[in-house]
């Protein structure tokens, strides 16, 4: 018995019928009598047959697939996006393949050629901490594939972009730990060469300086991750020695830095006030309750996928566009 899907081949030979017969009777072609229409998809229902998408895609030159790159599909920012992307994506006619970079550039480079080789008509991106190097994007881009970058994104790259308002929820943070009386504040940044990143760093300058006070970047610690706090614990326990806040890039640094503060004797938020930026679900699970700012990861994955599909659809959809979330700050009991 032959293994693997039914093939129209298949139900040729079984009716004995021309390949073509059967192909017209499953459009339901005119020129196919009823009697032979019926008989065909009665028995590819019974054989479960299920055309080809690859292969009417390439006869087409579409695929009515969208292909996603994250970072991570377990992160609740993340997995808010692809909702958001697959609610629009499905309502519209498309399918959406997902990838996971897993922060690593080489599974960046290797999943973006396996979404080429399935011909997806366009692609929707969030940058790995570890990519430097945005040629693999670059070709794709030259090649006619439309890119739409959400949350990271290549700034040497022209596409439509989706994006927080980074600096803005920064300054609000920070300027809301600070109308709390804390005027030492560290900060625990990403990588300079994220926009996120830079963006989040230079609203931390930005409300420091507005209340007049200088940016120590003896403060600034490089640190993203749980692990790198427990990596970096001494540097952020000698500086917390002299501080009274504390700013992480992500809620997922926030928490695990609180820990390692109230391991060390140093309560939140009497000694040290803290806050992230995310407002994941563990923002809320912890004690005390993370102040954070909220990003619209739902929101975001749907308008990425608007505008994506809309650029597929249009003959001239107009130059790039760049959509920006504003950024909410939550008020919990961290700071």
Known sequence: MKSGPVSISDIAKALDVAVSTVSRALKNHPDISLATRQRVQEYAEKVHYRPNVLALGLKKQQSNTLGIIIPEIVHHFFSSIISGVEDIAYGNGYRVM?????????????????LMDHRVDGLLVSISKSTLDANHFQRVSDSGVPIVFLDRVCSEIPTDRVVTDDYEGARMLVSHLLSRGRRRIIHLSASQHLTVGRERYAGYCRALQNAGIPVDEKLVIHCDTPEKV????????HAAKSSDGLFAVNDFTAVAAMQVLRENGLEVPDDIAVGGFGDDPIATMVSPSLTTVEQKGYEMGYEAARLLIERLRSADSGGFKTKTFSAALKIRDSG
């Open 230 to 237: 427990i990596a970096r614990k001494k540097e952020i326990l």
């Open 98 to 114: 997902i990838c996971q970079s897993n922060e690593d550039y080489l599974r960046e480079v290797i999943n973006l050629q396996a």
